[in-house]
C-alpha cells in the first residue's frame, strides 16, 4: 500500500508535464538589412541554447525544441510584423527569440504579440521607448536601454577630453533614442553637442548630412547607425571630406564592416554590450561558440544565447510551454537567489527549475534583469587600432 501511495504521489507530480512535445522558438532578425552582417552569428547563439536543451532531454518530459527562422529585415515594420504573424499563427511558436532591432521590436510587440499573447525576448533592442511600453507582461530583453549606453558613451568622451561632438542618428526609434539619451548624459557632464542630425536608410548619397555635420564641427562625430547601412557611409563620407577624424560607434556599428574602413579610424571608440573575456560567462559562451563555428563574443550573441534560454528556463519552472503561463516565471528564473547557472549548464538548470529548485540564470551576458524586464547592463569599450577593433575597457 505504502509503494502504491508513494507512486500515486510521483505521478499527480509529473501529471503538469506528463507527455513530451515538439516546442519551437521563433527567431526573428534582420537577415536582411542594414545590420545583416551581425544577425548570422546572434541566430547561431540562440540556436545553440536550443539544441544544449533539446539535446537534454530534461525539458517537459523530453520534449523537443527546434528553432523556426523568418526576417525582420530591421527597418521595415511591416514586413517583419507579416513575418511574426505567420511564426505564431503558421509555424506555432512557442517564443519569439527577438526582434532585432527597436522599431520593427515595438511593432511586432504592439500588433502581433500582444494580441496573441506570445511571449518575445529581445537580444539587442535597446530603445529607451521599450522601458515603458505596453507589453501585458510578455516582452523582455537581454540588452540594456540605450539610457544605460548614453551615460557610457559620454563617460568614454569625457575620460578622453573630447568635450564637443557632433551627432549623426538613423532616423528611426533606435537612433532618435540613443541620440537624445546620449547629448543629455553628455550635456550633464559638461559635453557640448554641436548638431544632433537624422539621416535616412537607403539613400544613395550623403554629401548634404556629411556637409551639415561638417559645419558645425566638433572634436569627434558620434554615428547612432547601422554598419552595413547608412552608419558606415556617412562615416566615410566624413572621412573622404576631411570632415572628422575621429568617431565615436555605438552599438549598431560595432560589426565585422567596421573594420573595412581600416586605418582612417584609427583612435577611434566604440561601444556595446558585452563582458570581460575572463568573466566566466563570457569564456563558457566563447567555448560554446567555437565549438558551434560562431564567434560567441560578437555583438549580441551572448545576448541572443541567453534569450533562448530563459524561455526555457522559464517554460522548466512553470511546468508549461504555453506563453501565457511561463511569461510569469522569467523574471523568477533570471534573477537570484538560486543556483547559478551558466552557459553550457542548461541541463541543469531545466532539471533543478522542473523541479522547483530556485535558480539564478547568469548566462553568457551576465543577466540581470531590472524593471519592466530589461538587462541591467554591461559594456565593451572598443578602440580601432591599426584597424582592428580591440578591447580597451569594461563598464
Request: some cysteine.
Amino acid at each position: 500500500m505504502r509503494k502504491l501511495l508513494i507512486a500515486s504521489i510521483t505521478s499527480l507530480f509529473f501529471s503538469a508535464s506528463a507527455f513530451a512535445e515538439e516546442i519551437k522558438i521563433g527567431i526573428i532578425l534582420g537577415f536582411t538589412g542594414p545590420i545583416e552582417s551581425l544577425t548570422p552569428a546572434m541566430a547561431q547563439g540562440a540556436e545553440a541554447a536550443i539544441a544544449e536543451v533539446s539535446a537534454s532531454g530534461e525539458l517537459l518530459s523530453g520534449s523537443t525544441v527546434t528553432a523556426v527562422r523568418a526576417d525582420s529585415t530591421c527597418i521595415d515594420s511591416a514586413v517583419a510584423s507579416a513575418n511574426a504573424e505567420k511564426l505564431i499563427t503558421s509555424d506555432k511558436v512557442n517564443g519569439i527569440m527577438g526582434a532585432d532591432c527597436s522599431g520593427v521590436t515595438g511593432a511586432i510587440l504592439a500588433n502581433v504579440a500582444m494580441a496573441n499573447g506570445m511571449v518575445m525576448i529581445s537580444p539587442s533592442a535597446t530603445s529607451p521607448g521599450l522601458s515603458t511600453v505596453e507589453d501585458n507582461g510578455l516582452f523582455f530583453r537581454t540588452a540594456p536601454s540605450d539610457a544605460r549606453q548614453g551615460e557610457i558613451m559620454s563617460n568614454v568622451l569625457m575620460d578622453k577630453g573630447i568635450t564637443s561632438v557632433a551627432v549623426s542618428y538613423t532616423n528611426n526609434d533606435y537612433g532618435k533614442g540613443l541620440a537624445d539619451a546620449f547629448q543629455a548624459a553628455y550635456e550633464a557632464n559638461g559635453g557640448s553637442v554641436t548638431i544632433n542630425a537624422a539621416h535616412e536608410e537607403g539613400k544613395a548619397d550623403y554629401s548634404s548630412e556629411v556637409g551639415a555635420l561638417a559645419s558645425a564641427g566638433g572634436q569627434a562625430l558620434v554615428v547612432a547607425g547601422y554598419i552595413d547601412g547608412a552608419g558606415k557611409n556617412v562615416t566615410q563620407g566624413a572621412i573622404d571630406t576631411g570632415a572628422f577624424d575621429l568617431f565615436l560607434f555605438p552599438d549598431g556599428m560595432i560589426g565585422d564592416n567596421l573594420e573595412t574602413l581600416g586605418a582612417d579610424i584609427n583612435g577611434s571608440m566604440g561601444t556595446v554590450p558585452g563582458l570581460d573575456p575572463s568573466n566566466p560567462a563570457a569564456s563558457a559562451m566563447a567555448k560554446i561558440g567555437e565549438a558551434g563555428g560562431f564567434a560567441g563574443g560578437d555583438a549580441f550573441v551572448g545576448e541572443s544565447y541567453d534569450a533562448a534560454a530563459l524561455m526555457l528556463l522559464a517554460m522548466a519552472s512553470a511546468k508549461s510551454s504555453d506563453p501565457q503561463v511561463y511569461k510569469d516565471h522569467i523574471m523568477k528564473v533570471a534573477n537570484g537567489p538560486g543556483e547559478k547557472i551558466y552557459p553550457g549548464e542548461l541541463s541543469k538548470g531545466i532539471k533543478l527549475a522542473s523541479y522547483g529548485v530556485a535558480i539564478d540564470y547568469v548566462g553568457a551576458s551576465s543577466v540581470s534583469l531590472i524593471g519592466p524586464g530589461e538587462a541591467a547592463g554591461n559594456f565593451r569599450e572598443i578602440e580601432i587600432q591599426n584597424g582592428k577593433m580591440v578591447d580597451v575597457n569594461y563598464r
